[in-house]
């Protein structure tokens, strides 16, 4: 075996959002070094381009890129996520492996599978490998919940971003907040110290100074790891923020973990009452987020939303049964949805210009409308 | 009732059953047109621009039967093998074709799923005959009438190793197509990919009528029996999901132990989600282990046949040249 021969495990995981928040918390207090890979850059991105599969969708080379550039900083244990399809992510880590290897990397790879997968699995694997830490259950127990606690603070954050970006006076002050605030959760050690800062970001957001200008709401719906991860969006939040939007998200890390890794009878129930949503257009489970997606813009143009952003991968098989869904409900739902599919070669710059048309769309719309309104009283 | 079927996808595959079902049930079968120039281009229009060829010219041979028929038979396959899926796509054909294509003729959308266990198939024929209105004894009676012709299809394939072309178009000569111990000198190939792919004409630029015309002899996964389907992904270190993508690499790595082929040919549609990993895996196993040449063509609706051609014949030509140098080595060096 392969942990015989190496002394210290160093154990890395591929980048989603601030998800390594939490994976880095756990594996830390198992007494585990940890090395997550560098923030994904434009590097990232091209050494994954360059050694996967070229039709191979975006989350894999992105992984890649990140394992490479991790592997390069001495990590030598791979955690990766495993799955039972049919979406392709399942079978992810079994050919990522391939790739790895042939470029003569020497590392372990650790993929949880479920259904006998979920938490547990993966710490018993991990305790077998670092058998001089004698973690009893207990300790374990301790370091999923701390871990919980940190992933239930970063979506709090993240929602209070949503809410002030579009209306802050001085541009930037958000993300100053945020990222201030995203350190803090990142350096806490104790349970002790996280029970107040949940107050404590709610104060930080309070002191940025905000305008009374109306805002315009927008959901995000789509593939987790595109909504998930900033670098592959293009940043979508911050952009949108920018512009006057308000952004609700459909996934937040918390949110798939309850659904996912949750025992059956534990599994929130309003989950499934919300894909009833997409029964007409939808029937059953497609794979990866294909129903939720098409339930979640329902769901937003019940709640008032004036549209949404359907992200996906190019390929991404699930999505694109969602997609062609989409016009039926847009138009049954009278919200308009703007697909956006992204890939290596999505630019910023034209993706800003079709956020910018879609908003200005949904501003002309709304005054359209409050004209017509005004009219009529008359 | 006239009840429509789509040559595409599954027909490939299940033509035999469902027809002879359908018919023993008092029911008139009526087969799309083979795909051609016209159905490829209803499908692209009708069909989501991200979906892969098969599914685009799938929307088009629905588009043909519309006026034709009293009802569409588009069963929601979302897994034919325990444990199994298919593939996204075809989880949500109906429901794509029902958002695809404006009025549609109703269409029966019953769902095969063999997920947890081959006994569901019961739960699938009484569905279809609740659907077509009859008892359940009459169901069973065609039930067992279908799979009898179902298995004798299988039989053809696998024992007498023709193709579902030959077959299902009733051509009465046999053209034996694995003719690998009768024609010892001949080159063989392994050809690879989703039936639905390499048994349209259209869609696979007559790959096979090719193949034939240069006197190659082939095989294909589907003549394969399961069991040495099975043998070959025990090689696999996680089981695959996909049963279109097991069969594949199960094939090729059975194959490549055996050593009893010259060269593979992997065809995939342009998109296709399994297929990007599993031609990788092939890939990189033949690379590593082996010294077989292997050609990938990956199809989508732009395509030339051209370009196909001079790919296809500089593959043939290098798989001839290494026969042609290993048989007339020079012995003095």
Redesign the interface.
């Known amino acids: 075996m392969f942990w015989k021969d190496v002394d210290i495990l160093k154990i890395t995981f591929p980048h989603m959002g601030n998800i390594y928040i939490p994976l880095k918390t756990i594996f830390e207090n198992l007494g585990l070094e940890v090395i997550p890979p560098p923030f994904c850059t434009r590097r990232t991105l091209e050494l994954g381009v360059a050694y996967s599969p070229e039709f191979a969708c975006l989350p894999l080379k992105i992984n890649i890129g990140n394992f490479i550039e991790a592997l390069e900083k001495g990590a030598n244990t791979i955690i990766m996520a495993g799955g039972i399809g049919p979406c392709r992510f399942g079978y992810y880590g079994e050919v990522q492996r391939e790739i790895l290897k042939d470029l003569g990397f020497n590392f372990e790879m650790i993929i949880l599978e479920p259904p006998q997968g979920h938490f547990f699995e993966l710490l018993n694997k991990v305790k077998c490998i670092s058998n001089k830490k004698n973690n009893s259950v207990k300790d374990i127990v301790r370091a999923i919940r701390l871990a919980w606690k940190k992933a239930l603070l970063l979506d709090q954050l993240d929602m209070e971003s949503f809410k002030t970006r579009p209306i802050e006076i001085t541009r930037g002050q958000t993300d100053k907040v945020y990222n201030w605030l995203l350190q803090q959760i990142n350096d806490i050690r104790h349970e002790d110290n996280i029970d107040n800062f949940k107050t404590k970001i709610i104060k930080a957001f309070s002191n940025i100074r905000i305008s009374d200008k109306a805002t315009i709401k927008v959901g995000i719906v789509g593939e987790i790891y595109t909504v998930l991860e900033p670098f592959v969006n293009l940043n979508i939040e911050k952009q949108l923020g920018e512009l006057g939007v308000e952004v609700s998200r459909n996934i937040y890390i918390t949110d798939w973990v309850r659904e996912n890794l949750l025992p059956a009878f534990l599994k929130p129930k309003d989950h499934t009452k919300m894909l009833q949503l997409a029964q007409p257009f939808i029937n059953c489970f497609i794979g990866g987020h294909g129903q939720e997606s098409v339930a979640q813009i329902v769901n937003f143009s019940k709640k008032g939303f004036d549209g949404v952003i359907h992200l996906l991968p190019f390929t991404c098989m699930p999505e694109i049964v969602a997609k062609s869904a989409i016009p039926r409900v847009s138009q049954q739902y009278c919200i308009p949805v703007m697909t956006v599919i992204l890939d290596e070669h999505s630019a910023e710059t034209g993706f800003r210009t079709r956020l910018e048309a879609f908003t200005d769309m949904i501003c002309h719309n709304k005054e359209v409308n409050d004209f017509a309104k005004v009219h009529s009283r008359n | 009732m006239k009840i429509g079927i789509p040559r595409a996808l599954f027909y490939y595959q299940f033509y035999p059953f469902w027809k002879i079902f359908f018919e023993s049930l008092g029911h008139n079968v009526i087969l799309s047109s083979p795909t051609n120039k016209e159905i490829l281009k209803k499908g692209i229009e009708l069909?989501?621009d991200?979906?892969c060829l098969p599914i685009k010219i799938f929307h088009g041979h629905v588009a043909d039967l519309m006026g034709k028929v009293d009802t569409i038979y588009i069963p929601?396959i979302?897994s034919i093998e325990p444990?199994?899926?298919?593939?996204?796509?075809f989880?949500?054909l109906?429901?794509?074709i029902r958002?695809?294509i404006p009025d549609l003729p109703c269409i029966m959308?019953t769902?095969l799923n063999l997920y947890r266990g081959k006994s569901k198939i019961f739960d699938y024929v009484f569905k279809l005959g609740k659907d077509l209105n009859v008892n359940k004894n009459r169901v069973l009676v065609a039930y067992y009438k279908a799979l009898k012709t179902q298995k004798q299809f299988e039989y053809q394939l696998t024992r007498e190793l023709r193709i579902p072309q030959d077959i299902l178009n009733e051509t009465r000569q046999i053209q034996k197509d694995q003719v690998l111990e009768k024609k010892p000198s001949h080159i063989k190939v392994l050809l690879l990919g989703h039936n639905y792919n390499i048994y349209d004409d259209f869609i696979s630029m007559g790959l096979i009528r090719k193949l034939r015309k240069q006197n190659i002899a082939f095989i294909t996964s589907e003549m394969v029996v399961k069991k040495n389907i099975l043998e070959g992904t025990k090689k696999?270190?996680?089981d695959?999901?996909?049963t279109l993508g097991k069969k594949t690499i199960g094939t090729a790595h059975y194959f490549l132990d055996r050593k009893k082929i010259d060269g593979i040919i992997h065809v995939?549609s342009?998109?296709?989600?399994?297929?990007?990993?599993v031609?990788?895996?092939i890939e990189?196993k033949i690379k590593?282990d082996y010294t077989i040449p292997f050609l990938s063509l990956?199809l989508d609706e732009h395509a030339g046949e051209t370009g196909f051609n001079t790919r296809l014949e500089a593959f043939l030509d290098v798989l001839e040249g290494r026969g042609y140098i290993e048989d007339n080595f020079s012995t003095y060096g």
């Open positions: 069909c989501v991200d979906a929601r979302v444990k199994e899926y298919i593939c996204p796509k989880l949500g109906p429901d794509m958002n695809s959308d769902e696999l270190s996680k695959m999901f996909w995939a342009f998109g296709c989600g399994p297929d990007s990993l031609g990788e895996l990189k590593r990956n």
